[in-house]
Each structure stands twice: as C-alpha cells, then as structure tokens.
C-alpha cells in the first residue's frame, strides 16, 4: 500500500487546472449575439407583418373591405349578424390546427416554454408560418387577445429556425428563441426593457451572460427598428405625474395591488375552468373555438369595445374617458369572453387583454381612491395585473413605464405590483403561463438561486485517507490491502489508484476486480501495472462540486479520483456522489435551521437589562 500525503511535493511539471471566475461565458456568445441582433431586425418586420394582417383580416370580416388601415371591430354596422364574424373566424383556426399544426392553438408563451424545456428549442418552420395567420385570422375576426403571444411565439420560432441551420448546442439554441420572442414583444411594444426582463423571467430558466447580452441586443434592435418599420414610442402616452403621489396614494397602491391579486386568481382560475369543461364537450377539439365564437359574438352584442386587440380602447380607459358604467361591463364582458375563448384552445396572446382588463379595474378604483391625476390608477392596476397573473413583477413594472414612458410612476407600480405578485404566489400554485405547461405532464420553477454545488470545492468534502495500490504490487497483494482500508466493513472506497514509484497515478481498479485477478491463477501474481487498465477520471481539488457534477455524468461514474491542482497525477484524496450530498445538507440547514442570535434584552438599555447570576468556580 502506498500512503497518500496531500502536502507532498509534486514530481512532474505542474497543470493549471481552470481558473474560476463569475461568469462562464466564452467567445461563442459574441457569435450568438451577432446572429441575435439579425433577428431583431427581422423580427421587427414579422411584428410589423402581423399588425397589418390583424388589421386586413379586421377590414374583411367586419366591413367587408381589403384594407390594411387599422379599425376597430366595435366601428362595424352588422348588427347581430357580427354573432357569426368570431364563429366564421374560429371554424378556420379549428381547421387549422388539425390540419396544419395542433401547436398553433393557445396563447403562444406556453408552446415557447414547452419547446424550451422538452424539445431542445427546436420550433417547426411551419409554425412560424401558420402562428402569425392565425392569430390575425382570431384577432381580426373578433377574438378578445393581443399580438404580443403570437408575436413572441413567432419571434421564438424564427430564431429557432435560424438557430437549427447553424451546429449550435440546445443552449445557445435557447438563446437564439428567446432572443426573437424578446424582439418581437420589444418591436410590438416599444418595450425593450419589459421584453428582456420577460426573457430572463419567464423564458430563459437562467440568468448568464451568455444568453442575457444576445437576448438584450436583439431587444434592442427591435426596439430601434422599430422607429423606422412601425412607428416611435410610447404606445400610451400619458402626462407625467407627480414624483411622489402622498402616502395616502401609496397606501392605497397596497389595496389596488391586493385587488389585483385577487383578480389574476379569478382570471386564472376562469380560464382553465373552461378549458376543463370544453374538454367534456362530446365533440372533437377541432370544433371548440367555434363555441368560443359564439361567446364572443354574443360578448360583442353586449359590449363591442370588447372585441379584438383594444389598443384604443385601453388608451381611452387610461385616459379614463369612459363612464364607470361601461368600465364594469367592459371589465365583466372582456373578463368572460377572453376565458372562453382561450379555454376553447384558440389561438391569441394574453398580454393586451390584461391589460385592459386591469386598466378597466384601476378606473373603477379610481371612483373611491384619491385623485392622483389621470391615468394614475388605471396604470397602477395594469402593472399589478400583469405582475400578478404572468408571476412576473419586474417586466410588470417596467412594461407600465415603458408603455407610458411616465417615470414617476415606478413607485406606485413597485408598491402594487409587488403586493399582487406576492399575494398570487402565495395562493395560486401555477401562473396562467404555466399552468398549460404543468398540464402537459412538466414541471416549471420559476425560482432562480445560486447552486450550492458552485458556493463548496472538492477539497471540502473529499475522503484523504484512502488506500493507493503500487503498481508493482501483485494482484493478491492489491487485495489484501483494499481489506484493510479503514472502512472496511462497507467498502465505501470502491475505487483505488495504482501509483507508481514517484507516487504518480497511472491507472486505477475496482474492489470487484481485484476479487475477480485473485481468483484467476494467470493473474493473481502478476504486478497490477501489467493487468490494470482502468483509466480512471480525475478533478482538481480547487474544482467546484458543480464541476464533480459534471465530470461525473459526463464520465457515467460516481468517484472521482481528487489530484494537486500543481500536478494532474499526484492523487490526494477521493470524491464520491454521496459526498456531494454535503452541499445539499448545507442548503437545508439554510432554509430550515431557525435560531435567534441575539436576545431580545440586547435591545434594551444596559441599566434594564436582566442580571444574570456569575457563575461560581466548582470546588477543587
């Protein structure tokens, strides 16, 4: 047996291992980054291809005429023949998506997360193609969504697209979707800060450089190009207001926070209560949006401003002229035809609906909160019901600003969206984006921390008193040494280097082998560095766990033989998968482990503070 002494000087040149650092990111993301700023570009005209064809497919179903001036459906003069606009419209996207593609039905952020986490990031080119029609052919026949989910679904599948005709990893694949959905909401928007936060809180599962700079630049590009495709920024201007709306205000940002809470449970709840229910309906899914139709339809009669996207309609209730009246039918007709609708698996986005479904809110608070000045308490319930539903409350409140560029209003919106969000997690277990997801058989966390694996280092929770084997020992030898190893009584070893006489590794065997020479009379006096042949695979001890982790999926083992950093094959210890376990010990400590550590007297003044007998010296 050979002893191992982890001080001891090393006998070969030294290899650096690879130094540690904040980041991971290497050259290739200024590669990805180039191909990501090109589909902002393009994304821009794909948003700008959209916009025109809601408005075409609006101009023919509702008047009749091939126009791509944008109208609102609630300008048309049908009468109560509109009923079968949004059932005519619901018959062509149930046809297309048994025929074309199922995946074009729902709201599009979903189908980009379901790609993202089960199919490596790999979108189909037709969806890229039959999405967009879609969704035009629902929004202009009268369907109560926004462009923004199709947009980022269509986005997410051109730069899939452009992704699969380079040899990328799935990451970087990844990288490439989430970098044309961010674009297409930042070019549809005018949002390009509310579109990266989105990507980093809904879509990309991670916060790196690697994926965060091309995701940011396609963005951006978007958001600039957007000045010369589809027109400047903001899309709802508003009046500045005051910098510092009184604490009174902000209290009551607290109720409109909650209420929007509350809210985005109701809608949540509603949608897959549908959802649900058309799945007992005794006829094929093909058929369901045709119900959702006549729900529109009849929606429409009721309240026309209902219908389609209702971006002036929204601009109009955050300028608040509407009568409370028509907000609460508003708010009660879009709540109920929306549900529908996108519980009968039509295709449509969600962003523009809540959004005037929370601004129609906020109108009605305003009726019973203090006058903050126009617009103010619409915007506070926009944020809130975004951050609430969608369970992401920074793109909530930048979304609100950059909608309005009114920077005043980010305290306000911090206040109320953060209650909602808080208030949704705590009861809701899924978000409606989610929720789809998690039906399909997945689980998505939407929590992001530091790896435990990444804070410890192998030198922490490796075993140094191992048994080493010379490689001039025969094999009988070798074993009668590994059954003298201190934990003999389980073997926890399993793994034992064979060093040479510098001490240098140069192969390794199993207690299994061992067994197996010994009992083999051509072997069993032969020196282990004749008959060994297992190569085994090392880490440097100032390697992370993340990196044992890796090297030992990489690898299929579970022990890893620890060396020098200064020297690859001076073996100084041992790391098995239960020595990882260490890290995830220390992790539950953190979240579990509750103690006080300092006494509530140490808030008091010295002369209150209870005396504590002295402790007597015990007698000798």
Known sequence: MTSIDPHATPTSEPSEPAELADFTATRRMVF???????????????????????????????FQRLAFTPVSPADHTLGLASIAVPIAGALVIGLMARYGSERIRGHGIPEAIEAILTRGSRIEPRIALLKPISSAISIGSGGPFGAEGPIIMTGGAFGSLVAQLFKLTSAERKTLLVAGAAAGMSATFAAPVAAILLAVELLLFEWKP??????????A???AARTF??????????????????????????????????????????????EDLFKRVPIHWMWWPAIGGLVIGIGGIICPQALGVGYDVIGGVLHESYTARAILVLVVVKGVIWSVSLGSGTSGGVLAPLLMMGGALGGLESLVFPDAGIGFWPLVSMGAILGGTMRSPLTGVVFAVELTHDMNMLLPLVVAVTVAHGLTVLTLRRSILTEKVARR???VSREYAIDELEVLFVSDVMRSDIVALSADDSAGVGLELARLEPDRHDRSQHLYPILDREAN????????????????????????????????????TSETLRSAVEQMAEHGVTRLLAVNPANAR??????????????????????????????????LP?????????????PR
């Open 32 to 62: 990805i980054a180039v191909i990501a700023i090109g589909l902002g570009v393009v994304a821009t005209y794909v948003a700008s291809a959209l916009l025109q064809l809601i408005a075409l497919f609006t101009n023919l179903f509702y």
């Open 210 to 219: 690697r994926s965060f700079v091309p995701v940011a630049l396609a963005s």
């Open 221 to 223: 590009t978007a958001a």
């Open 229 to 274: 495709v589809i027109g400047a920024g903001p899309l709802f201007p508003l009046a500045p207001h005051p910098a510092f709306p009184g604490v009174y205000a902000l209290a009551c940002c607290v109720l409109a926070g909650l209420a929007a809470g509350g809210f985005s449970g109701v809608l949540t709840h509603a949608v897959y209560t549908f």
């Open 441 to 443: 058989g997945f689980h």
């Open 505 to 540: 590794l140069v192969a390794a065997t199993t207690f299994a082998e061992l067994t197996s020479w010994a009992n083999d009379p051509a072997k069993l006096s032969q020196p282990l560095r004749r008959i060994a042949t297992l190569q085994p695979a090392t880490i440097f």
């Open 570 to 603: 001076h073996v100084v210890g041992k790391v098995a998968l239960h020595d990882l376990l260490k890290a995830r010990v220390r992790h539950i400590e953190d979240e579990q482990r509750r103690e006080r550590i300092l006494p509530f007297e140490y808030l």
């Open 606 to 618: 010295t002369w209150l503070r209870p005396r504590r007998p002295a402790v007597q010296d015990s």
